[in-house]
């Protein structure tokens, strides 16, 4: 695949005028807006099955990578991405300099992973592809509307391995999940809860042994769930929440905090703790051993 340059804002302005207009200039307001959002929803077909001929070039490994990049991780930092990614067992290195290798994302100056949006598009449309009628039965969903719905209605299976709630809903009623969201949930990998309005029930389930990535701003709760598995999470980020005793990777702002678990030590793939601000957390427990992977402790208790 060969990386070609890209047009400037005229050029592209009129290559997207010749096929949405037939004309080198666009007609109507109403019709330009109306052609910029089919373009944006509706895949081109022939620009699709040419940059799948190099997706269906790549091994398993390399496909979930791509996919997970689409659907989650467009702009994110490369070191961040290829330490979750690492925590799934990815080999993430290699398959993200596979990726670059066809083209199919670039490394920034700036150490991000960007990806062309036509290339952005066709990998959530294999996703979509998975099951159009269902979200429930697909294996990623980073839509608002399809994350809320299979959250709200307990539609989770097994085949979901990624989850991104935005903050997109205009509402400012609160968003309640039942206990029994995530209870089928039970390969998840990736979750990303940005909606302070989201409500649990104290009897809430996450039975999910594969996480690697948990990132929740405003978690309702006390505390995680009995159940919850921590053993794989590389990224927990819990900001501005009702936290009182958990382990976490970021616990910023989170006030109610008050301990730590003592085999804290356990979390072998753990690379960050950020205690800054958790104002009630009066002591850190007793470490014997090295903590795994930890890189980074902040104990800033003001």
């Known amino acids: 695949m060969y990386a070609v340059d890209k047009l400037n804002d005229f050029e592209?302005?009129?290559?997207?005028?010749?096929?949405?207009?037939?004309?080198?200039?666009?007609?109507?307001?109403?019709?330009w807006k109306n052609e910029l959002k089919k373009v944006a929803e509706v895949p081109n077909k022939e620009i699709t099955n040419v940059l799948k001929l190099s997706y269906d070039g790549l091994d398993r490994t390399q496909k979930m990578i791509f996919l997970d990049i689409a659907c989650f991780f467009k702009g994110c930092p490369v070191e961040r991405v290829t330490q979750v990614l690492d925590g799934s067992g990815f080999k993430a290195t290699s398959g993200i300099n596979a990726l670059v290798d066809r083209c199919l994302i670039t490394i920034s100056t700036n150490k991000n992973i960007e990806m062309h949006d036509s290339l952005t598009q066709m990998g959530k449309e294999i996703v979509y592809k998975e099951c159009p009628d269902e979200p429930g039965e697909r294996s990623r969903l980073?839509?608002?509307?399809?994350?809320?719905?299979?959250?709200?209605?307990?539609?989770?299976?097994?085949?979901?391995?990624?989850?991104?709630?935005?903050d997109q809903c205009t509402s400012e009623h609160e968003i309640k999940f039942t206990s029994e969201a995530f209870k089928r949930m039970t390969r998840l990998r990736l979750l990303a809860v940005?909606?302070?309005r989201v409500q649990l029930s104290e009897d809430f389930a996450f039975p999910s042994h594969d996480l690697t990535s948990l990132i929740w701003v405003g978690y309702s709760l006390a505390s995680l769930?009995?159940?919850?598995?921590?053993?794989?999470?590389?990224?927990?980020?819990?900001?501005?929440?009702?936290?009182?005793?958990l382990w976490d990777e970021n616990l910023l702002g989170c006030v109610n905090l008050e301990n730590l678990p003592r085999d804290i030590h356990k979390l072998k793939h753990l690379l960050h703790l950020n205690c800054n601000g958790c104002s009630k957390l009066t002591s850190f427990p007793e470490i014997k051993r090295n903590i795994g992977k930890l890189a980074d402790l902040r104990l800033v208790l003001l």
């Not at 592209?12 to 019709?31: E, I, N, R, T, W």
């Open 142 to 166: 980073w839509k608002h509307e399809d994350a809320c719905r299979v959250l709200t209605i307990n539609m989770g299976t097994e085949k979901i391995e990624g989850m991104l709630l935005n």
């Open 194 to 196: 940005y909606n302070n």
């Open 225 to 245: 769930p009995s159940n919850f598995h921590a053993n794989s999470l590389v990224e927990l980020s819990l900001i501005c929440g009702n936290i009182k005793g």
């Open 12 to 31: 592209a302005l009129q290559l997207l005028c010749s096929y949405a207009f037939k004309q080198h200039l666009p007609g109507k307001v109403k019709d």
